[in-house]
Nanobody, 121 residues
Framework: DVQLVESGGGLVQPGGSLGLSCAAS????????MSWVRQAPGKGFEWVSS????????NYADSVKGRFTISRDNAKNTLYLQMNSLKTEDTAVYYC??????????????RGPGTQVTVSS
């Protein structure tokens, strides 16, 4: 079974930074493009960023472009998201997923617990 376990979230002040990780198992990680998706309180899922299988291609939502960096380590089956210059509107639960955005699959549902990111002073 596909397992995705996100970690690294927390409480940070506006302008601060956080680094998220996603440990993947149950599938050949290096064969799949990966994405980060988030869900803010009371809102639907929002695609954040994607990375191709070998990391050569990345894309970002306009709302995070220039502030977030997605990366991966196929040897460690791990996906990362470095978030800088955080804003209050980045507050959400962050999930990783094995697809390439920006369009979310029609049947998308989180496969892991997610990690809470709260940006507040």
């Amino acid at each position: 079974d596909v397992q995705l376990v996100e970690s690294g979230g927390g409480l940070v002040q506006p302008g601060g930074s956080l680094g998220l990780s996603c440990a993947a198992s149950g599938f050949i990680f290096g064969n799949y493009a990966m994405s980060w998706v988030r869900q803010a309180p009371g809102k639907g899922f929002e695609w954040v960023s994607s990375i191709s299988t070998r990391g050569r291609t990345t894309n970002y939502a306009d709302s995070v472009k220039g502030r977030f960096t997605i990366s991966r380590d196929n040897a460690k089956n791990t996906l990362y998201l470095q978030m800088n210059s955080l804003k209050t509107e980045d507050t959400a639960v962050y999930y990783c997923a094995n697809f390439f955005g920006p369009s979310l699959p029609a049947s998308y549902a989180p496969r892991g617990p997610g990690t809470q990111v709260t940006v507040s002073s």
